[in-house]
Nanobody
Framework: VQLQASGGGLGQAGGSLRLSCAASGRSFSNYDMGWFRQAPAKAREFVAA????????YYEDFAQGRFTISRDNARNMVYLQMNSLKPEDTAVYYCAAGIIGHDYGDYASYESWGQGTLVTVSS
C-alpha cells in the first residue's frame, strides 16, 4: 500500500490541526495504521495507531486526550486530529501501514510509510 500524508503546516499553541493520510493500493482495510513523528535531532516516536477496522486505538502518553486517530476504509483515508497543540508537537509526522496485531508502537512493525508532513507549532 502506498501512503501520502498531508495537512501539516503552521499552528499556534492551543490550536488544532488535522492530518490526513491517503492510501492507494489493494486491501487498505486489511492494514493496521499508525502515525509517528520525528522532531529535529530526535528519534522517530510513536504517536497513535488503530487496527484495521478502527475498533481499537492506541496512543502515546503525550497524545492521549489531545489527539484522535480515525480511519475511513471506504475512502482509504486515515486521520490524526490534533488539538491543544504545544510547541513540542513540532515535528514531521508520518503515517504508516502494517499488518500488526500487537506492538503498534514499534515502527519496525510497519511495512509502508508515507513521505511525512511537517507540523510547526508556534508559542
Amino acid at each position: 500500500v502506498q501512503l501520502q500524508a498531508s495537512g501539516g503546516g503552521l499552528g499556534q499553541a492551543g490550536g488544532s490541526l488535522r492530518l490526513s493520510c491517503a492510501a492507494s493500493g489493494r486491501s487498505f482495510s486489511n492494514y493496521d495504521m499508525g502515525w509517528f513523528r520525528q522532531a529535529p535531532a530526535k528519534a522517530r516516536e510513536f504517536v497513535a495507531a488503530l487496527n484495521w477496522d478502527g475498533s481499537r486505538t492506541y496512543y502515546e502518553d503525550f497524545a492521549q486526550g489531545r489527539f484522535t486517530i480515525s480511519r475511513d476504509n471506504a475512502r482509504n483515508m486515515v486521520y490524526l486530529q490534533m488539538n491543544s497543540l504545544k510547541p513540542e508537537d513540532t515535528a514531521v509526522y508520518y503515517c504508516a501501514a502494517g499488518i500488526i496485531g500487537h506492538d503498534y508502537g514499534d515502527y519496525a512493525s510497519y511495512e509502508s510509510w508515507g513521505q511525512g508532513t511537517l507540523v510547526t507549532v508556534s508559542s
